[in-house]
């Protein structure tokens, strides 16, 4: 008998499995950079991230919310507009890596002192103020800037509805804004200099904002020809006054009442006028007082009342003004607004733009000129203008 004997070998081995190594996680890049004392200002606050995208930017200035915005790619954030000077900066960020758990950045810095401040002067309109549908908004500094479109870009000017305008520096220490066409009636407009940090010279920065409203009331808009002596008030585009006038005489080009684009500035009653470069006994010297006088240049140029019917609808008889019957001429005093267009045609002396409010004056592509911004439609109501990109 032969016996077989089946010889079994058995073996035993454990399945290894590579473990894949953790995502890195996204590098986050802030600023200025954590633990800084003396941070510069006029950059803003940015934020990157590499190798991943930011989920989430919370700054603050000593307390107040930093605002600001991610781009396109989600992998940068930047803040609206300039660092307060002197304040401490509470940085957190969150970023993470295309798969894998989110990270955490945390820190702080502080911005450094302005050697000198800056800021605003004086602002119109005033805050509150109810006005015509050609109101510009002028703004005064109280030192010359020289860094003009860093400025600029720090002016915010907000509406209901997006209005194209621009500003237009008028010297080194004044900036007006004026949209493309008349404001829509009725509407809140509302200014912010966003001063904080601007630097406007070398060693002068800004050290605070400011904001003021104002809003846009109905729409009235006055025609005046001198030629047929007559003016019409229209509200809403309907008739509302037509006035028998007398302009200026025109002897002179003192005398001239000038033709183009006003507004209504300002008014008084009565207002008194003396003539200029002129002493009493010279002739032609004058010192009166004038019941309801509603100014609408620099150039003495007032809509006003004159007990002179004879002339008003007949001849042109004024020292430049415009005259009316004193009853049609206290209801235009009564109903005006600062900032109401009044445009005079049939002189041969034209309103100069910078004389008083004359800035309807200029085509709107002359007026761009004067904005310190290589493109001064980035200043559009509405919208807010970030900083520059670096």
């Not at 050609?134 to 109280?142: A, N, R």
């Not at 809003?215 to 020809?225: A, C, H, K, Y």
Request: aromatic share 8%; hydrophobic share 40%.
């Amino acid at each position: 008998m032969i016996l077989v004997v089946a010889l079994f070998i058995t073996t035993s081995c454990a399945t290894v499995t590579a473990t894949a190594p953790p995502p890195a996680p996204a590098v986050v890049r802030v600023s200025p950079a954590f633990d800084v004392k003396q941070a510069p200002t006029e950059k803003g606050l940015l934020v990157r991230a590499r190798g991943g995208t930011l989920r989430k930017v919370v700054a603050h200035a000593g307390g107040t919310p930093v605002p600001g915005r991610f781009d396109a790619t989600g992998t940068t954030w930047r803040s609206d507009w300039t660092l307060k000077p002197g304040t401490e900066y509470t940085v957190s960020v969150t970023a993470a890596p295309p798969s894998g758990a989110p990270t955490v950045t945390m820190g702080r810095f502080r911005t450094r002192p302005a050697e000198r401040a800056f800021g605003l002067a004086s602002a119109v309109p005033m805050p509150g103020e109810t006005v015509g549908v050609g109101m510009p908004i002028i703004l005064d500094f109280d030192t010359p800037v020289r860094d003009k479109a860093a400025v600029e870009r720090a002016l915010q000017v907000s509406t209901a509805r997006p209005v194209e305008g621009a500003w237009r520096w008028t010297s080194d220490t004044q900036t007006v804004y004026r949209p493309r066409a008349y404001w829509a009636p009725r509407q809140r407009v509302t200014v912010t200099a966003h001063l904080a940090g601007v630097r406007a010279a070398p060693g002068v920065h800004g050290t605070a904002d400011r904001t003021f409203a104002f809003t846009v009331g109905r729409e009235q808009t006055s025609t005046v020809d001198t030629r047929t002596h007559q003016m019409e008030v229209r509200r809403g585009g309907k008739v509302v006054q037509r006035m028998a006038i007398s302009a200026g005489m025109a002897t002179t080009p003192e005398y001239t009442t000038t033709s183009g684009v006003h507004l209504t500035m300002d008014k008084g009653n009565p207002v008194r006028m003396i003539s200029p470069g002129r002493e009493e006994g010279d002739p032609g010297y004058y010192d009166v007082l004038i019941d309801h006088a509603v100014r609408i240049s620099n150039s003495g140029e007032y809509v006003h009342a004159k007990d002179n019917l004879w002339a008003q609808g007949r001849s042109n008889v004024s020292h430049g003004c415009v005259n009316a019957r004193p009853d049609q001429a206290a209801w235009f005093y009564a109903g005006s607004l600062r900032g109401d267009p009044v445009t005079i045609t049939g002189t041969d002396r034209v309103l100069a733009w910078n004389n008083g409010w004359g800035f309807w004056q200029l085509p709107w592509d002359r007026w761009l000129v004067g904005s310190a911004l290589a493109d001064p439609h980035e200043m559009i109501a509405g919208t807010t203008s970030p900083l520059p990109q670096r």
